[in-house]
């Protein structure tokens, strides 16, 4: 099991990306959560196994129809609390 906090520019707000990212998380079998950042990207903590991670990574940077996504940059994290599934978080 791993955490990545990831990072998400470009055209990624009012355009579903957030409940984009928590379908397919959830299809990945990842725990976590989304926000939109006041700077205008998304943030995603995502926690589960290492290869599903790397697949969310590489969704990211494709997106729901409407994104046109710039940038995804990601980290190893840890999980700031035990989720449960993987929510749509207040923008942050």
């Known amino acids: 099991m791993a955490t990545q906090r990831i ?3 470009g055209r990624v707000q009012g ?3 957030r409940d984009w990212v928590v379908r ?3 299809r990945f079998g990842l725990i976590g959560w989304v ?3 006041r700077d205008g990207r998304v943030e995603i903590l995502a926690d589960g196994e290492e290869e ?3 697949q969310l990574v590489e969704a990211c940077r494709e997106g729901p129809p409407l994104a046109r996504v710039e940038d995804v ?3 190893p994290d840890v999980i700031d609390k035990w ?3 993987f929510t ?3 923008t942050a």
Request: aromatic content about 12%.
């Open 7 to 9: 990072y998400v520019s």
């Open 15 to 17: 355009v579903s990306y």
């Open 24 to 26: 397919t998380a959830k």
């Open 35 to 37: 926000r939109n950042l």
């Open 52 to 54: 599903a991670l790397g």
């Open 73 to 75: 940059s990601a980290v």
């Open 83 to 85: 989720c449960k599934g």
């Open 88 to 90: 749509k978080r207040f």
